[in-house]
């Protein structure tokens, strides 16, 4: 299956499996990991709130670093009306973001009650005049494109995703990213291809990022099927495979499914990620973050419960690296733990072999 190449705005992706932004999780090192891995068109920050970027808060600047080799960056902010997005807008783009998205799905309390998020959904006049207001701010005058992040609707009684979607490409949005729940979903239930199928049949000309449950390649390329999306973004699957981009990018541009990575790889690629954290964040973050991401990580390498239990008990870097690299050297050896029979990770692969038999056999799940 090819697809063409996706632009956005002047930002032309050489990829069309986007990193979506994931707060606590797609900071510096975690994007520069994907990007490693290969198949990232573009990787977005965590969302980040206007008033502390303005204030250059030194949470808000860890949230927003980039480096060399970490472009095309999205940067994505939440506000409302009565915040300065334009403002935060015109920082995100001095700072490096090649394109600026607005937060319009989040569903967590602290955003949606009062801030942004998701609440803009629930009134699209004044959503469309804020959108207005930022690509104003920037893109005329920087040529940088804004782009909005959407869910189906706050609840099923207010789809509003496809007007809303329409309503923003005509002031100047230059592309819609669609979660295919509602706000009153969470995420719960499976992710509802039928929703983001109406957001594109609802654009006239932008690219449509379809979003949701992408947990292998075989997703990506059915939801583009289904729903005749432009290009798709990854959330919680790239915590457990954060080489699945290349997995799409092979299987959408070049038709080729490339095999999953090896044992001795996702170790590789656990020490790659623990040196990323130490060069760009601090000890405390190598900590708190190779601690906390080897339960999801660890889905995809079969029973490592000793492995996992040293990474979480683990009192500094240096104990991990060298957990790390004694089970690599195991590895290196030829020891293989033995692979999962069940829970989400062979769901996943249930899956795989389904879509696999299935496109084989000519026929669309
Ligand atoms: C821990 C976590 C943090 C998230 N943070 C953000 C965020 O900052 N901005 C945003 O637009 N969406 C955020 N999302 C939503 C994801 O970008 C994505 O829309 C959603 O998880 C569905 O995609 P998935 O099934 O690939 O995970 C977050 C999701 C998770 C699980």
Not at 112 to 116: F, R, V
């Given at each position: 299956m090819a697809t063409s190449m996706l632009r956005i705005g002047n930002v032309e992706l050489s990829s069309p499996a986007l990193l979506a932004p994931m707060a606590g999780h797609t900071d510096l090192p975690f994007r520069l990991l994907c990007r490693a891995l290969g198949g990232v068109g573009l990787a977005s920050t965590d969302l980040l709130n206007v008033h502390s970027i303005l204030r250059e808060r030194p949470r808000a600047m860890r949230l927003a670093a980039t480096a060399p080799g970490d472009e095309p960056l999205c940067m994505q902010l939440y506000g409302n009306e009565h915040d300065p997005l334009p403002e935060a807008a015109i920082w995100a783009v001095d700072h490096g973001a090649a394109i600026v998205d607005i937060n319009?799905?989040?569903?967590?309390d602290k955003v949606?009650?009062?801030?942004?998020g998701s609440l803009l959904l629930c009134d699209i006049d004044s959503t469309v005049r804020l959108a207005s207001g930022i690509v104003e701010a920037v893109t005329p005058k920087t040529g940088v494109p804004v782009t909005a992040k959407i869910r189906l609707g706050w609840d099923d009684e207010r789809l509003v995703g496809p007007d809303l979607a329409r309503a923003l490409e005509q002031v100047g949005i230059a592309a819609i990213s669609v979660h295919g729940r509602t706000t009153e979903q969470?995420?719960?239930?499976?992710?509802?291809l039928d929703g983001i199928r109406d957001v594109v049949d609802a654009v006239d000309a932008i690219p449509v990022i379809g979003n949701g449950d992408?947990?292998?390649a075989q997703d990506a390329a059915h939801m583009i099927e289904y729903t005749g999306c432009d290009a798709v973004m990854v959330a919680r699957g790239a915590l457990r495979r954060p080489w699945i981009f290349n997995q799409i990018r092979s299987l959408l541009i070049d038709g080729t499914a490339l095999p999953e990575p090896s044992f001795v790889d996702k170790l590789e690629f656990l020490i790659l990620h623990l040196n990323l954290i130490l060069t760009h964040l601090d000890e405390r973050a190598a900590l708190h973050r190779m601690r906390s991401g080897i339960a999801k990580f660890a889905?995809?390498?079969?029973?490592?419960k000793p492995l996992k239990e040293s990474i979480r008990t683990a009192h500094s870097s240096s104990e991990i690296r060298q957990a790390l690299e004694l089970w690599l050297n195991r590895a290196r050896d030829g020891w293989e733990p033995k692979t999962i029979q069940e829970g989400p990770e062979a769901e996943a692969r249930a899956r795989e072999v389904a879509h696999a038999t299935a496109s084989m056999a000519g026929v669309s799940l």
């Open positions: 319009m799905g989040c569903p967590v949606a009650k009062k801030h942004g969470f995420f719960r239930g499976r992710v509802r992408i947990e292998v889905r995809t390498m079969g029973h490592v």
